[in-house]
């Protein structure tokens, strides 16, 4: 089965261009993202990675960390490392896995044979405080993720955790937000003494909390 959403995401030990980590021992206590991509020297995968690279403050501002992965060895992220610095102006400033046995990738559900039998698909897995998995989304080799969408989910994620609220469609930080459906109205009087709009006894609107 593979990994699913409330899942302890799995631990492993591998080699990453920061030295070796014990996966559960790095998340430590706090958010992370592991993004897997599907090969070096290739030019989408350059992109994102230099994209990752140039995002870094926003993730650190949001208390997550990033780490990346792919199949091939470690060697070869430190050549290709040298590469996206020349092309896309920051080299990664966070770990990549290395994992040629495809160990790592396979623990996650990244290889896709029907797709592609060696190489790893476009997955972004963003895994909570408690090591569960909050979010998993897979894109095809051909296509490059959208981080922006990816740090507007972590937003979306952490307000959730903070203040039991959840964000409707095309939400951006700043926009109203959704008091949750598991908070009862009684709870929702402490928690937002100012009320909230009710278009519907289930649409409770409020606007974003902290703001
Ligand atoms: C790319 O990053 O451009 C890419 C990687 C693997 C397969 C196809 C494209």
């Given at each position: 089965?593979?990994?699913?959403?409330?899942?302890?995401?799995?631990?492993?030990?591998?080699?990453?261009?920061?030295?070796?980590?014990?996966?559960?021992?790095?998340?430590?206590?706090?958010?992370?993202?592991l993004?897997?991509?599907?090969?070096?020297?290739?030019?989408?995968?350059?992109?994102?990675?230099?994209?990752?690279a140039?995002l870094?403050?926003?993730?650190?501002?949001?208390?997550?960390?990033?780490?990346?992965?792919?199949?091939?060895?470690?060697?070869?992220?430190?050549?290709?490392?040298?590469?996206?610095?020349?092309?896309?102006?920051?080299?990664?400033?966070?770990?990549?896995?290395?994992?040629?046995?495809?160990?790592?990738?396979s623990?996650?559900?990244?290889?896709?044979?029907?797709?592609?039998?060696?190489?790893?698909?476009?997955?972004?897995?963003?895994?909570?405080?408690?090591?569960?998995?909050?979010?998993?989304?897979?894109?095809?080799?051909?296509?490059?993720?959208?981080?922006?969408?990816?740090?507007?989910?972590?937003?979306?994620?952490?307000?959730?955790?903070k203040?039991?609220?959840?964000?409707?469609?095309?939400?951006?930080?700043?926009?109203?937000?959704i008091?949750?459906?598991s908070?009862?109205?009684?709870?929702?009087?402490?928690?937002?003494?100012?009320?909230?709009?009710?278009p519907?006894?289930?649409?409770?609107?409020?606007?974003?909390?902290?703001?």
């Open positions: 089965m593979s990994l699913q959403l409330g899942d302890i995401v799995p631990d492993f030990t591998a080699e990453t261009t920061e030295g070796t980590i014990h996966f559960h021992d790095w998340l430590g206590g706090g958010w992370a993202v993004f897997s991509h599907p090969k070096d020297f290739t030019p989408v995968c350059t992109t994102e990675l230099g994209e990752v140039r870094k403050p926003e993730f650190d501002k949001r208390g997550v960390k990033v780490i990346g992965l792919s199949v091939d060895p470690l060697e070869s992220h430190h050549k290709w490392s040298q590469d996206i610095a020349e092309t896309q102006g920051q080299a990664p400033n966070y770990p990549l896995i290395a994992d040629p046995d495809r160990r790592v990738s623990l996650y559900g990244a290889i896709h044979p029907n797709a592609n039998d060696t190489l790893t698909v476009r997955s972004v897995y963003v895994i909570g405080p408690d090591k569960k998995l909050k979010l998993s989304i897979t894109y095809p080799a051909s296509t490059g993720r959208n981080f922006q969408e990816i740090l507007r989910v972590i937003d979306s994620l952490q307000l959730t955790a203040h039991g609220v959840a964000t409707p469609v095309n939400w951006k930080d700043g926009d109203d937000v008091i949750a459906g908070v009862s109205d009684e709870d929702a009087k402490k928690r937002f003494p100012e009320g909230w709009k009710a519907k006894p289930y649409l409770r609107i409020v606007p974003q909390p902290g703001k």
